[in-house]
């Protein structure tokens, strides 16, 4: 195993231990004893397997799992984040409709492998995104009327 | 027989096009490669919310039922699965297709996934009943270990590594705990305004399943799908009718083997394909036209992995433990309906029940009808690019989330079990007893708790949980299944390591 995977296991389990012993302690260290019991049973099964996986990343024996390469988290990173504003920010802050077309078309053009110099390439782009805004708007708005945050446009 | 009576409720007008609609909804999205069956499944549901509880489960039922079978198209066609179910399928379909024997592929593979699929909806209907009335007899003691047993076989048996497998289910326990104490009304493990309700399950298992495959698909960059689709000739469908039934070897091998397997928690249709293609080629006199285009291996992997999809769905109709991710998700769909599984739902919801059920068999029927007919469509869909994929999946876990309660709380929950999944999985870590930990944590918890009060009242707590023929056999299949999964990793982790030593012995000596 090289160490890149390794140091990736180690982080990993370490976050899942780091999980478990707080999940341990709340349970343990919270009142009433009652409404913890259940908790308190699963934590320690919890905080066991996760310190024996922590540890065997340590070991280096950890061995299921590639992990991530620099270059598959570099193709992730822009469309995660965009991903993530749209969810923590943007759907509530523009409106649901408004950040859906302006994510889509973001991560349209982000990952299309089309040339971005033609114009072509963003007309389709523009042109996908609003057929699926319109189903979307059609189905979630008009079928089950589900009532979304306020837009800024509307 | 009780089923029979409630069989004109599948050919309602509205229910009889939403059964159409999920079949067709489903193949073309099982075609769809990185689109699996608990997937599609889960973003269906909130559609459900404001159908009534048997519309909804039909709806999801058939969607189930074809995106299984639907797979098979672009594993055929395109050489990809369309889910993991599918992985056999491909081994000799591709093959036929590029002999030019694509419709001849399709045809009886979607035969032998009516063929097989029908028996397992037929196993279904007879051992559900029979065993929602055994399901009575179940205590607290003994359903609080049927939970436990669910998600460690699930655990176990799904992934690499045992210790992590039941690593999630514990973290899916935990997951499941969150919120306000049904009992006490204590707050626990609230770290956030989001998580004061505690962890709505839909919005979960839309963030579980969709958002690893969206960041997955992310993962692949600016790539085009190389994929040809190869064309489908005709192919009388009477020549195929005659094949399938004339190679009764590989069909009754593959529907013997997929209901088998489907009726053990937590072995999934993948397993299936693969079991049923290797027996039915040990087995063959032909057995080295397997992987060269032989039908039989189309024949048995396909009629496995459809034959599957009912018996997967007995432990979750009788006992209320999904056996399988996508019976999770069916959970789910129930719960939302205020409708528990087990023999509660054959007593006091038979409607519900029977006309799912019967739709299932019904959808056997026109899923192979129509996947003959839509194969080819299906097949271009499936090239949908990776970038609209992604986004078209993103958009509708969003909304899909947000519909369930209206809340963005939701929607972050999603979101943060999503994220935080997909990077758990390049670790060795799996969705599947995640989720059964969640759903099944406040099955285990409730009869935990009112097991300790009996047992406070009338003996103690280890002679309550630990003692009875029932208790004792349950605790034994947990303790096997975990035994027999750790085996099974050390006996591959040796074969592994005597390989590397071979290959490093060779290596020195050159």
Redesign the interface.
């Given at each position: 195993m090289t160490d890149l995977p390794r140091i990736?296991?180690i982080c990993?389990?370490g976050v899942?231990a780091l999980?478990?012993v707080t999940?341990t302690w709340?349970s343990y260290t919270?009142?009433?004893a009652?409404?913890?019991?259940?908790?308190r049973?699963?934590?320690t099964?919890?905080v066991v397997?996760?310190l024996?996986?922590f540890g065997?990343a340590i070991l280096g024996c950890?061995?299921?799992?590639?992990?991530?390469s620099a270059e598959?988290l570099l193709?992730?990173a822009?469309?995660?984040l965009v991903?993530?504003v749209?969810?923590?920010w943007a759907?509530?802050g523009l409106g649901?409709y408004t950040a859906?077309t302006i994510?889509?078309f973001i991560?349209?053009s982000?990952?299309?492998?089309a040339p971005h110099s033609e114009l072509k390439s963003w007309v389709r782009r523009a042109v996908?995104t609003a057929g699926?805004l319109a189903v979307?708007y059609g189905?979630?708005a008009m079928?089950?009327?589900?009532?979304?945050?306020r837009e800024i446009f509307f | 027989m009780e089923f029979i009576q409630y069989f004109g409720d599948v050919f309602v007008p509205f229910n009889f096009m939403l059964l159409m609609l999920g079949t067709v909804g489903g193949l073309i999205l099982g075609a769809t490669p990185g689109l699996s069956p608990t997937m599609a499944v889960a973003l269906l549901i909130?559609?459900t919310?404001?159908l009534e509880p048997a519309q909804g489960l039909i709806l999801l039922g058939a969607a189930y039922t074809s995106t299984v079978a639907g797979g098979a198209v672009s594993a055929i066609l395109l050489k990809i699965p369309g889910a993991p179910a599918n992985i056999a399928t491909t081994l000799d379909g591709h093959t036929m297709a590029k002999k030019g024997q694509g419709a001849r592929a399709l045809q009886l593979s979607f035969l032998a996934s009516a063929v097989g699929g029908i028996f397992g909806v037929f196993l279904l209907i007879f051992l559900t009943p029979v065993l929602a009335q055994w399901a009575l007899a179940f205590g607290p003691s003994h359903l609080f270990w049927l939970a436990i047993l669910g998600v460690t076989v699930i655990g176990s048996l799904d992934?690499?590594?045992v210790?992590?497998g039941?690593?999630a289910g514990?973290?899916g326990?935990?997951l499941s705990?969150i919120g306000f104490?049904d009992?006490?009304g204590?707050q626990?493990?609230i770290f956030h305004d989001s998580l004061a309700g505690g962890i709505n399950v839909i919005p979960a298992l839309i963030g579980l399943f969709a958002i690893p495959q969206?960041?997955t698909?992310?993962?692949?960059?600016?790539?085009?799908l190389d994929a040809e689709v190869l064309e489908v000739e005709r192919h009388p469908i009477g020549d195929a009718i005659r094949e399938v039934f004339g190679r009764m070897r590989a069909l009754s091998i593959g529907t013997i083997t997929g209901s088998i397997i489907g009726l053990i928690p937590g072995v999934g249709g993948q397993i299936a394909g693969l079991v049923a293609y290797d027996q039915a080629k040990k087995t063959s006199p032909e057995r080295d036209k397997f992987g060269t285009g032989h039908p039989e291996g189309v024949i048995a992997a396909e009629s496995a992995n459809n034959a599957m999809v009912g018996p997967s769905l007995v432990p979750l109709l009788t006992l209320s433990i999904p056996g399988s991710p996508t019976a999770a998700v069916l959970l789910g769909g129930l719960l939302i309906h205020g409708i528990f599984p087990g023999s509660d739902l054959f007593d006091n919801h038979p409607q519900v029940a029977w006309t799912f059920i019967n739709s299932m068999l019904i959808g056997q029927v026109l899923m192979c009808i129509f996947g003959l007919y839509v194969a080819g469509l299906a097949a271009r869909v499936a090239q949908v690019?990776?970038?609209?994929m992604?986004?078209?999946v993103?958009?509708?876990a969003?909304?899909g989330s947000?519909?369930v309660q209206?809340s963005?709380g939701d929607?972050?929950v999603m979101?943060a079990l999503g994220?935080g999944m997909y990077?758990?999985?390049?670790?060795?870590?799996s969705a599947a007893p995640l989720v059964l930990g969640l759903i099944l944590g406040p099955i285990?918890?409730a009869n935990?708790?009112q097991g300790?009060m009996i047992a406070n009242a009338t003996s103690s707590v280890s002679q309550y949980f630990f003692t009875g023929a029932l208790n004792l056999t349950l605790i034994a299949i947990v303790v096997l299944s975990v035994g027999y999964s750790v085996l099974m990793e050390l006996r591959a982790?040796r074969v592994v390591t005597t390989k590397d030593e071979a290959v490093a012995k060779e290596e020195a000596l050159s």
């Amino acid at each position: 195993m090289t160490d890149l995977p390794r140091i990736q296991h180690i982080c990993a389990s370490g976050v899942v231990a780091l999980v478990g012993v707080t999940v341990t302690w709340v349970s343990y260290t919270q009142e009433p004893a009652a409404a913890f019991l259940f908790p308190r049973l699963i934590s320690t099964v919890f905080v066991v397997l996760a310190l024996w996986t922590f540890g065997k990343a340590i070991l280096g024996c950890s061995k299921v799992g590639n992990g991530l390469s620099a270059e598959a988290l570099l193709r992730i990173a822009p469309g995660l984040l965009v991903a993530l504003v749209y969810i923590f920010w943007a759907a509530k802050g523009l409106g649901f409709y408004t950040a859906s077309t302006i994510t889509f078309f973001i991560l349209l053009s982000l990952y299309d492998p089309a040339p971005h110099s033609e114009l072509k390439s963003w007309v389709r782009r523009a042109v996908i995104t609003a057929g699926f805004l319109a189903v979307m708007y059609g189905l979630f708005a008009m079928l089950l009327g589900v009532f979304t945050p306020r837009e800024i446009f509307f | 027989m009780e089923f029979i009576q409630y069989f004109g409720d599948v050919f309602v007008p509205f229910n009889f096009m939403l059964l159409m609609l999920g079949t067709v909804g489903g193949l073309i999205l099982g075609a769809t490669p990185g689109l699996s069956p608990t997937m599609a499944v889960a973003l269906l549901i909130p559609f459900t919310f404001r159908l009534e509880p048997a519309q909804g489960l039909i709806l999801l039922g058939a969607a189930y039922t074809s995106t299984v079978a639907g797979g098979a198209v672009s594993a055929i066609l395109l050489k990809i699965p369309g889910a993991p179910a599918n992985i056999a399928t491909t081994l000799d379909g591709h093959t036929m297709a590029k002999k030019g024997q694509g419709a001849r592929a399709l045809q009886l593979s979607f035969l032998a996934s009516a063929v097989g699929g029908i028996f397992g909806v037929f196993l279904l209907i007879f051992l559900t009943p029979v065993l929602a009335q055994w399901a009575l007899a179940f205590g607290p003691s003994h359903l609080f270990w049927l939970a436990i047993l669910g998600v460690t076989v699930i655990g176990s048996l799904d992934g690499g590594s045992v210790v992590k497998g039941l690593l999630a289910g514990c973290i899916g326990l935990w997951l499941s705990t969150i919120g306000f104490d049904d009992i006490m009304g204590a707050q626990r493990f609230i770290f956030h305004d989001s998580l004061a309700g505690g962890i709505n399950v839909i919005p979960a298992l839309i963030g579980l399943f969709a958002i690893p495959q969206v960041i997955t698909m992310f993962a692949k960059g600016r790539s085009r799908l190389d994929a040809e689709v190869l064309e489908v000739e005709r192919h009388p469908i009477g020549d195929a009718i005659r094949e399938v039934f004339g190679r009764m070897r590989a069909l009754s091998i593959g529907t013997i083997t997929g209901s088998i397997i489907g009726l053990i928690p937590g072995v999934g249709g993948q397993i299936a394909g693969l079991v049923a293609y290797d027996q039915a080629k040990k087995t063959s006199p032909e057995r080295d036209k397997f992987g060269t285009g032989h039908p039989e291996g189309v024949i048995a992997a396909e009629s496995a992995n459809n034959a599957m999809v009912g018996p997967s769905l007995v432990p979750l109709l009788t006992l209320s433990i999904p056996g399988s991710p996508t019976a999770a998700v069916l959970l789910g769909g129930l719960l939302i309906h205020g409708i528990f599984p087990g023999s509660d739902l054959f007593d006091n919801h038979p409607q519900v029940a029977w006309t799912f059920i019967n739709s299932m068999l019904i959808g056997q029927v026109l899923m192979c009808i129509f996947g003959l007919y839509v194969a080819g469509l299906a097949a271009r869909v499936a090239q949908v690019p990776n970038e609209v994929m992604a986004a078209v999946v993103l958009a509708l876990a969003v909304f899909g989330s947000y519909s369930v309660q209206t809340s963005m709380g939701d929607v972050y929950v999603m979101a943060a079990l999503g994220t935080g999944m997909y990077f758990l999985e390049r670790f060795g870590f799996s969705a599947a007893p995640l989720v059964l930990g969640l759903i099944l944590g406040p099955i285990a918890e409730a009869n935990f708790i009112q097991g300790s009060m009996i047992a406070n009242a009338t003996s103690s707590v280890s002679q309550y949980f630990f003692t009875g023929a029932l208790n004792l056999t349950l605790i034994a299949i947990v303790v096997l299944s975990v035994g027999y999964s750790v085996l099974m990793e050390l006996r591959a982790r040796r074969v592994v390591t005597t390989k590397d030593e071979a290959v490093a012995k060779e290596e020195a000596l050159s």
